[in-house]
Every structure is written in structure tokens, then in C-alpha cells.
């Protein structure tokens, strides 16, 4: 049942965040197609280990799709091809016999190359810090049903709450923006009535500090959907510029 | 031995009424004033839902607070990857629940091996949590009224659940983590991400400091503190194979131990019924569905060993639905140690499916009929859709296959009813101790548990530690410093020196199969003594022939590795010798001299009725054995049955 194939890798390689890096071509052979993507990289560490070259530094942690710890360009698209699916969830059986296949770093000015296809992603706790919270201290909340939050509301925030922080898309966007992992956040909690109280102040500043950390602006590519293994939706960033707006000229914040 | 043990092991347990215990406990804490809490430093390691509450919530009083993890972000931490729910009292559905019955539950549950105390506490807390959360913002599942939905899970008659579609871990992590990254904000905690925590430091006996390695850098740092909290998870990976992220490792934990905190219960770990089999030799982990799947899909193998056609193929009339068949009253939703053990059962005797048959149905073809699909993927749509990607098969159309992984360990460093470890000012949070889930953890109680002790235990006990204290002020220029970290340098320039020739991803699944095979869903004597043999070997084998490539002065995802693997080596032995030393069969740990003619668990409260709780006296040495002895008062020992 399983199939095996052969294939040529060329992935990024970069000792340091200050040294040049480049493309190292690597085969591989009888690759089966149930391993996941992740896998068939251990299987090419395990490789260079046995001939004594350094191995391939990449993130990853849970391999289950959901600590965002994961993350490469496979053949120019975040995450590889498969919708809705991170690199640890990508399967071999995506790939042909014979493919060459070309593995990068997340490439973005606010997320520094650390070494081969290991990125430093900061920025987005960075973020968060300046706004991504509803600011109640433990022991300070009212009975959980005391605020009641309509099904449909709560599907909403749902949806944007299933950000996983990779990058994907910012990676995925020809800007480097980060508008749609900031939206989630922004979406999810201005969504809930919990969060009402804070709305104005954390849009902006979240926004201000997406700005200086050197993230590009939004030009409704949708690049950045596309890529997202969340699924999260662009209309997220259209919500966040409403919010945006609204902090701007309603607000005393 | 035991009676010297007792004065050691203090549980510091409250007296009077059960229910007034923590009342109690809470009133005769010391206080510390809000201007000196500032001057109080506090290292948080780890920022799982443990860590990053424990973190959040001693920060809003006022200290200082410094947190560590090994992830990028603290938002990685495994805790992300629990999917089906956490438990509480709430009682919203009127159907019987109070903070007795969940406490009554999770003691029976856990085989009464946990302590009564502290279970009780748990119970009491729950309620707390959810308010906490649903105040964050964490996205809880609602009802059409807009108040919150519960379901059911193993091991419990009243639903009791909350969730967060099938990514409850991941949404109260985010919450804690929102809580942690606001007092970052606020200037109240420094947070150091990629550093690995390798030793502690002990000035004048008690806990002051954690040397910590850069992973960038690979520089090791000092840090010094009033006191130590360390939320490091669980040793599953000590098998190699288990549904724990791959970074998770014993090495925080086992090195406090090597200092002198007693590791207790190391042989208890869960191994969970609802995970997806091993397809290949390359297999890195393994990955596990939620128990929640066993609300609607039923657990079956053929009647006959020798059927093999597809699973949608077979009648009813030639299924054997063993769980409702052995379990009437539970049926599908029997606790974890028990489906486990019955899935390895049917595959012992031939009845598997698959390929290897190292697997078991669990089909949804009668819920679908009965709910329609949409209802199944509402449900379930998120745990459907990654066991397609995984297998390629889709689980609408053929049941799916499982088997049973490791994936959770009850055992850890032992605390107190403060949770303080054996070192005074180390305390132990979350999975990492080992006091509320004895020897079989009921679902939706690790996220329970985490919590209580981050944001509503540790910040009372913790707080009542250093306002009875007089500690020095201490720097990291002090020398005990400079030993632990010529220690912990020392380690890892031996890896590096060793220079030989195997991977440590060789070393690590060799010891992954040594614990699999004699030390895993069943355990008998010869087979222990065996596995005790074959780990010291092949700790011998990793430092005469490991090879690390790289240098330490660098991201050595290599050096990391064998570094954990070194820890895991030495720590496998003790798993080893506990359950070789535990004759009895209780929760997860099933020693099959120890058994009913019927198959079941045969607990031993004569003689077991007891926490083990193992001191290092070197490596390769006997440790010293420790006991407390457990009672039940409010919950009488019992056999449990689920019949």
C-alpha cells in the first residue's frame, strides 16, 4: 500500500543571523508517502548525521498543527501546498516520484533568518504584549454565565481565536504584512462582550506597534487566507480596520 | 525504611472536614505586604497552563517575576494540544454534579492512589477557573441562550465538560498566555524564551536559582530568586513515541531531582485509547483524537481473527463491540486505562486490524445515521479532518483505526499540600507534580488541574512560603552559581566530547522500545528486571557512542536532544524500578501477576496504599525508597468497576 519515492531537496542553509546562506541540494531515497513532511527532514538529518555534516536547524514542536511552532516555505508557498494544513500535517503523499522540492525560512524584515529555516518570530509576542488580552486579574471575574454571549457571536470569535501564531501569513504576503494574525486577535476579543470595555485602546495599539516592528501594509491580496492553516478569513482585517477607524474618531482612548 | 519516611514526607495537609481544609489552610497562610511583594523575585519555568497562570497571577499581586520556556513564544507550550475539555463543578446541565461528585470521581478514577486532600481542593476550584477564563475571552462552546455547553467524557455520568470546539487547550492556553503577555506589557514579568532550564541552585538548602542555556547562543546564563516554580509537564517522552510535543522532556524535573526533590509514582502513565497507530519505522510521534470521539463512535473488532475486509464491509452480526460487550453500564465510555487495556487485549489475542494489526475500530456509521453528518462534523469536524490528512483515509466513509499511545504521566516531582517539593522553595506545578490524578488521570482534568495550581493555589501557597521566610538576599555571583553551572557545562561538554558514532534519534527510539515493551500497558516481574538491564546498557552505549554534530556555542537542535535523551536515560531506570516495586495493578499501571481471572486490575490497599517517592543518591546507585501513606476518608477504598 505504501509508496516510496525519490527526491531531490534544495533547502536553505544559513549558519547565523549575520552570515550569508544559500541553497544546498540534498537526494533522498525510498521516502515513504505516509511520513509527514517533517518526518522525511528528520530522515535527512539522520542522514547528514551519519555522513558528519551539521544538520538542518528547522521549528517544530507539538506536530500535531496547532502550537504554530512549524513553519517553511515549501516550493514557494507557506506551509506547502495543502489548504488549511501546517508543515508538520503535510504528507509525502502530496509529492511525485522524482520531484524536486524547494524548502526556504519564513522571509520577512520583522522575522530575522536565526539559522537555516529557523526564524525569530518575537515580533508577534511583541504585539500581543501592547494589547492582545482582556485585562482581568485572577479571582476578578464575575459567574461565567453572568455575561451570556449569543452562539453566533461566540462562533465568531471561535473562528479568529484559532490563530496559531505561525507567520505563515506574513510570509505568504509580497509585504510582509501582518495584518491578518493581528486581526485575529483583534476580531476575537473585540468580538466578545468581555472585551468591549478595551476596544478602542487595544486596536491602536496594537496596530502602532505591528508599525514599528517593521511589518508591511495591507493591500487586499488575500495571499495571506490563502495560506493560513488556521483558515483564518480575511474579513478579519476588514473588521479591524472598522475597529481601527472607529477607535480613531469615536474614541477618547 | 517507611517509618523513617513519614517524618520526611510531610504532606502539611490541613486538619478537620474535608470540605473546610483549604478554608482553613487559606486563613492560617502568612500574607505578604503589597511593597514587599515587589521586592520578591520569583523564577517561573515553563509556560504551559501551569506556568504561564502561575506566572500571570503572581505577577497582578506584585512580584517580580521572570519566566522561561524552551519555545519560540510561550504561547507553544504543549498544553496547546489538549483538544476535548477541561472539568467543573458548575452543575449547569441539573444533572447531579457538585464539587463532592467531581472530587468523588476523579478519586475513584485515579484507583486512590492520589491524595484526597488535594483532589478535593481541585474540585473546589474548578469553578473559579471557568469564570476566570470565560472572562479572557476564552471562546467556550455556547447554547442558543448564549450560556455555556457542556458534554460529557470518560470516567463520568453527568457532563461536566467545557470546550472549545475540539481546541480547548489551545483557547485557555491563549487565555493564560494573554494574562502572562499583559503583565510582560506591564513590566512585571521578563520573559526569556529559548532557554532550557539545567540545574537549580540551592544556597543554604533551599531553592535560590536556575542556571538556564541560551538556545541561540548557546551561552548558559544565572538567574537568581525568592523561590522556584517549576511547571516543566511531563516525562511521556521517555518512550520516544508518545502524543507529547517533541520537545517536551524530563530534564527541568530530573535535574531538581539530582538536587535532592523526590520523584514520586514515576512508574504511573497514561496511555491513551483514542490515538492514531504507528504506520512506519520513521514514525517521530504520535498523535492522539480526543476521548470525546468516544461519546458517538463505537469501539469494535471483527469476531474473527482472520476477517479481512474493509471495516465498512463487516455486518454488525460479525462485529465484537467489546467495551459495550465487557462494560455494560460505561460502555464507550469507560476511564482511559481501562479501553487501553481492553484495545491491547483483543489485538494480543489476533483480533487487530490494519496492517499491523496493532489497532482497533472506532466507527461513526451509527451516529451519522442517527445525527446526519452535520451534527458529527460540528462536533468532531477539526478531529475528522486530521486523521485524514495523517491517513489518507476518510473517516466519514470507513471507521477509523486506533490504538493506544502514551500520553500522559500521573507521576512527578512530590509536593505537598502546598506544592512544595522536597527542597524548600521549589514548588511543582501542573503535570510535572504528581498529587492530584493518582494512578489514572480522567479526562478533561490535566487542563483542570494546571490552572488550579497557576492561578488559585500556588499564588496563596507560594505567597505564605515567602512571607514566612527570612531569605538572605542572594546574587548569582554567590558560588553555588558557579557550581551548578560548571555542572551543567560540564554535561554538555561531555555529549559534545564523546565523538562517536550514533544519532541520538537511534538511542532515543531504543529506549522508547525497551519501556514500550516491559514497561507499558502491562507489566510483569522478569520483564521489568529485563528493561531495567537493557536501559543501563544503553546508557552506557550513549556515552561511549553518541555523536553530537556542532558546537554548544550555537542553535544545536542536535545538542539539545542528546541532553534530554541523557536525562530520559537515567530517569527510565527509575520508572523501571518503581513499577517493579509496585506489585499490586492500579490505573495505569497493570502488572499481570496482579489480575482477576476476568482480566481486571487487582489493587493491593493492604500493602500499596501508598505514594512512592524515590531520593537520588547517583547515578546507577539504588535510590532510597520513601512513602506516604494515602487514606481515604470521605471516599472509601473500593473496587472500581464500571461493569
Known amino acids: ?253 | 525504611m517507611a517509618e523513617a519516611a513519614t517524618t520526611v514526607l510531610n504532606s502539611r495537609v490541613p486538619e478537620g472536614p474535608m470540605a473546610e481544609k483549604w478554608d482553613r489552610c487559606k486563613k492560617e497562610m502568612k500574607l505578604v505586604n503589597p511593597a514587599n511583594k515587589r521586592k520578591k523575585k520569583i523564577i517561573v519555568v515553563g509556560t504551559g497552563l501551569a506556568g504561564a497562570s502561575a506566572a500571570a497571577s503572581l505577577a497582578e499581586l506584585g512580584y517580580q517575576v521572570q519566566s522561561f520556556c524552551f519555545q519560540d513564544s510561550p504561547r507553544r507550550a504543549h498544553s496547546i494540544a489538549a483538544q476535548g475539555g477541561i472539568n467543573a463543578a458548575k452543575n449547569y446541565p441539573n444533572d447531579g454534579d457538585s464539587v463532592w461528585r467531581l472530587f468523588y470521581d476523579t478519586v475513584k478514577g485515579g484507583d486512590f492512589r492520589s491524595r484526597e486532600a488535594n483532589v478535593h481542593r481541585l474540585a473546589q476550584v474548578s469553578n473559579n477557573i471557568i469564570d476566570q477564563c470565560a472572562a479572557q475571552g476564552v471562546p467556550f462552546a455556547r447554547d442558543y441562550g448564549g450560556t455555556l455547553a457542556n458534554r460529557s467524557f470518560g470516567g463520568a455520568q453527568v457532563s461536566r465538560t467545557f470546550y472549545a470546539r475540539g481546541q480547548t487547550g489551545q483557547q485557555l492556553l491563549l487565555g493564560a498566555y494573554s494574562a502572562l503577555m499583559r503583565q510582560v506589557g506591564a513590566g512585571r514579568i521578563q520573559l526569556f524564551p529559548r532557554r532550557e532550564m539545567l540545574d537549580l541552585v540551592k544556597i543554604d538548602g533551599v531553592a535560590r536559582g536556575i542556571i538556564v542555556r541560551n538556545l541561540i547562543t548557546g551561552e548558559f546564563e544565572k538567574y537568581s530568586a525568592d523561590c522556584v516554580l517549576l511547571c516543566t509537564g511531563g516525562y511521556g517522552n521517555a518512550f520516544y513515541l508518545s502524543t507529547n510535543a517533541k520537545g517536551s522532556n524530563v530534564t527541568a524535573a530530573w535535574r531538581c531531582h539530582k538536587r535532592g526533590a523526590f520523584f514520586a509514582n514515576p512508574c504511573y502513565t497514561q496511555i491513551h485509547p483514542t490515538c492514531i497507530p504507528v504506520s512506519g519505522d520513521y514514525q517521530s510521534k504520535l498523535t492522539l483524537m480526543s476521548e470525546s470521539l468516544r461519546n458517538d463512535g463505537r469501539v469494535w473488532v471483527p469476531q474473527s481473527p482472520d476477517d479481512n475486509r474493509r471495516g465498512n464491509e463487516i455486518p454488525d452480526s460479525e462485529r465484537d463491540y467489546y467495551l459495550e460487550r465487557r462494560y455494560p453500564a460505561f460502555g464507550n465510555l469507560v476511564p482511559r486505562d481501562v479501553a487501553s487495556r481492553a484495545a491491547k487485549e483483543r489485538c494480543d489475542a489476533g483480533y487487530g486490524v490494519g496492517s499491523s494489526g496493532q489497532a482497533v475500530f472506532l466507527d461513526f456509521r451509527d451516529a451519522i445515521a442517527r445525527d446526519g453528518r452535520h451534527a458529527i462534523e460540528a462536533k468532531y469536524g477539526n478531529l475528522f479532518h486530521m486523521y485524514h490528512k495523517i491517513t489518507g483515509e476518510d473517516p466519514y466513509q470507513v471507521p477509523m483505526r486506533i490504538y493506544p499511545a502514551v500520553h500522559y504521566t500521573m507521576g512527578g516531582l512530590w509536593v505537598d499540600y502546598h506544592l512544595q517539593s522536597t527542597i524548600p522553595g521549589l514548588f511543582v506545578l501542573g503535570e510535572a507534580n504528581f498529587s492530584d490524578h493518582g494512578a489514572n488521570r480522567l479526562g478533561a482534568s490535566a487542563l483542570m488541574q494546571g490552572l488550579a495550581d497557576g492561578y488559585f493555589v500556588a499564588p496563596y501557597t507560594t505567597g505564605h512560603y515567602l512571607g514566612s521566610q527570612n531569605l538572605p538576599s542572594v546574587s548569582t555571583d554567590d558560588e553555588a552559581f558557579a557550581e551548578a553551572m560548571a555542572n551543567a557545562q560540564d554535561r554538555n561538554a561531555k555529549i559534545l566530547g564523546v565523538q562517536g558514532t550514533r544519532s541520538s534519534d537511534s538511542i532515543h527510539r531504543e529506549l522508547g522500545h525497551i519501556l514500550w515493551d516491559y514497561c507499558g500497558m502491562s507489566r510483569e516481574r522478569q520483564g521489568l528486571e529485563t528493561a531495567m538491564g537493557k536501559i543501563r546498557d544503553l546508557r552506557d552505549e550513549f556515552w561511549s557512542s553518541i555523536k553530537v554534530i556542532g558546537q554548544g556555542e550555537q542553535l544545536n537542535q542536535n545538542l539539545e536532544h542528546a541532553g534530554r535523551l541523557a536525562d530520559f536515560l537515567e530517569f527510565g531506570e527509575l520508572m523501571v524500578r518503581d513499577a517493579l516495586v509496585r506489585e499490586e495493578s492500579c490505573g495505569g499501571h497493570f502488572r499481570e501477576e496482579h489480575q482477576s481471572p476476568e482480566n481486571e486490575a487487582m489493587r493491593d490497599d493492604e500493602n500499596f496504599c501508598h505514594v512512592t517517592a524515590w531520593e537520588f543518591t547517583g547515578v546507577g546507585n539504588e535510590p532510597v525508597e520513601h512513602r506516604e501513606q494515602l487514606e481515604f476518608v470521605e471516599v472509601p477504598l473500593a473496587t472500581r468497576s464500571y461493569k
Not at chain 1, 1 to 25: C, F, H, I, N
Not at chain 1, 70 to 95: E, K, V, W, Y
Open chain 1, 1 to 253: 500500500m505504501s509508496e516510496t519515492l525519490d527526491l531531490t531537496l534544495r533547502v536553505w542553509r544559513q549558519p547565523g543571523a549575520d552570515v550569508a546562506g544559500k541553497y544546498v541540494e540534498y537526494k533522498l531515497t525510498g521516502i515513504s508517502t505516509h511520513m509527514s513532511f517533517l518526518e522525511m527532514l528528520d530522515v535527512l538529518n539522520e542522514q547528514l548525521h551519519a555522513q558528519g555534516d551539521e544538520m538542518i536547524a528547522f521549528d517544530h514542536d507539538c506536530r500535531e498543527g496547532i502550537c504554530g511552532m512549524c513553519s517553511l516555505m515549501i516550493n514557494g508557498q507557506a506551509h506547502g501546498p495543502d489548504t488549511g494544513t501546517t508543515t508538520c500535517q503535510l504528507h509525502m503523499r502530496r509529492f511525485k516520484n522524482g520531484d524536486t522540492i524547494v524548502v526556504e525560512p519564513w522571509r520577512a524584515q520583522a522575522f530575522p533568518v536565526i539559522r537555516d529555516l529557523v526564524v525569530d518570530r518575537s515580533a508577534f509576542d511583541r504585539i500581543i504584549e501592547k494589547g492582545g488580552f482582556i485585562s482581568v486579574s485572577t479571582g476578578n471575574a464575575p459567574e461565567a454565565n453572568a455575561i451570556p454571549v449569543p452562539a453566533p457571536v461566540q462562533e465568531t470569535a471561535m473562528d479568529a481565536a484559532a490563530c496559531i501564531g505561525c507567520g505563515a501569513c506574513v510570509a505568504a504576503c509580497k509585504n510582509a504584512s501582518a495584518m491578518l494574525f493581528v486581526s485575529a486577535k483583534v476580531s476575537h476579543l473585540s468580538t466578545l462582550p468581555q472585551g468591549k470595555p478595551e476596544r478602542s485602546s487595544r486596536v491602536q495599539n496594537m496596530v502602532a506597534q505591528m508599525d514599528l516592528e517593521g511589518f508591511g501594509n495591507c493591500t487586499n491580496t488575500e495571499e495571506c487566507s490563502a495560506a493560513c492553516p488556521a483558515e483564518i478569513s480575511i474579513s478579519n482585517i476588514a473588521r479591524m480596520n472598522r475597529e481601527y477607524m472607529r477607535a480613531k474618531l469615536c474614541s477618547k482612548e
